[in-house]
């Protein structure tokens, strides 16, 4: 701000928040770069996205989607929700699934898992949080219920870490997503459509692979869900 008249664009009430009006300042240099190194950027996005990528991940600040995979803007479909679920019984979800892969024909799926997960910590909580929260993580609860209850079947002897259920819950939310109407519609009709399961470490900021790519329902055993 300068002299205490309004900004054009801004509007008067975020003009009192520095931090805000931060932000303006931000985009309008931002889009400024963009058209410097690229005058014709933003004139080829109106109207159209053809992004190859539908990125399933965590709401959380530290991961964000494009930025840690250096893509611009129309290169990635982002849908990010606390702790990445899958749940096909999640409208926002679901109708983001359906027009990444029928409207705009993706070729990957791609779950992302992140270390010190909030979410994945709040799911190994003694006490089931309350609230939309505690609904929202009820399978997460129960697919950490599972995973002590194989791991005691099995003697391992060894309580399940946060990174252990963190990488499972990225296999459950791809073998969700292999058996999702959606997919496997889209499957049925020959789409070259992969799944893939990655996770990221927020200490060194790279990804890995947690399984390997799923390309058909029989990629994956029965069963799998939770
Ligand atoms: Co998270």
């Given at each position: 701000m300068?002299?205490?008249?309004p900004?054009?664009?801004?509007?008067?009430?975020?003009?009192e928040?520095c931090?805000?009006?931060?932000?303006?300042?931000?985009n309008?240099?931002?889009a400024s770069?963009k058209?410097?190194?690229?005058?014709g950027f933003f004139?080829?996005?109106?109207g159209?996205?053809?992004?190859?990528?539908?990125?399933?991940?965590?709401a959380?600040?530290r991961?964000?989607?494009?930025?840690?995979?250096?893509?611009?803007?129309?290169?990635?479909?982002?849908?990010?929700?606390v702790a990445?679920?899958?749940?096909p019984d999640?409208?926002?979800?679901q109708?983001a699934?359906?027009f990444?892969?029928?409207?705009?024909e993706?070729?990957?799926?791609?779950?992302v898992g992140?270390?010190g997960?909030?979410?994945?910590d709040?799911?190994m909580?003694?006490?089931?949080p309350g609230g939309?929260?505690g609904?929202?993580?009820a399978p997460l609860?129960k697919l950490?219920?599972?995973?002590?209850a194989?791991h005691?079947?099995?003697?391992?002897?060894?309580?399940?870490s946060?990174?252990?259920?963190?990488?499972?819950n990225v296999?459950?939310q791809?073998a969700?997503?292999a058996?999702?109407?959606?997919v496997l519609?889209?499957?049925?009709?020959?789409?070259p459509?992969?799944?893939?399961?990655?996770?990221y470490?927020i200490g060194d900021?790279?990804?890995?692979a947690?399984?390997p790519?799923?390309?058909?329902a029989?990629?994956?055993p029965a069963g799998k869900l939770e």
């Open positions: 300068t002299g205490g008249l900004e054009p664009g801004i509007p008067a009430a975020l003009q928040d931090a805000l009006t931060e932000l303006f300042d931000r309008r240099e931002w770069r058209t410097a190194s690229d005058p004139k080829r996005l109106v159209q996205q053809r992004p190859r990528y539908f990125w399933i991940g965590c959380d600040s991961v964000p989607a494009t930025e840690i995979v250096d893509l611009d803007p129309g290169e990635m479909f982002v849908h990010r929700n990445n679920l899958a749940n999640d409208p926002n979800f109708a699934l359906q990444a892969v029928e409207a705009l993706v070729d990957h799926i791609i779950v992140h270390y997960c909030g979410g994945v709040a799911a909580a003694g006490t089931e939309a929260i609904l929202w993580l609860r950490y219920r599972n995973t002590c194989s005691d079947a099995n003697r391992a002897g060894r309580a399940v946060s990174e252990e259920l963190c990488r499972r296999s459950a791809v969700a997503l058996a999702n109407p959606v519609a889209a499957w049925s009709r020959g789409a459509l992969m799944l893939h399961g990655w996770v470490a900021g790279l990804l890995e947690v399984q790519p799923v390309d058909s029989q990629c994956l």
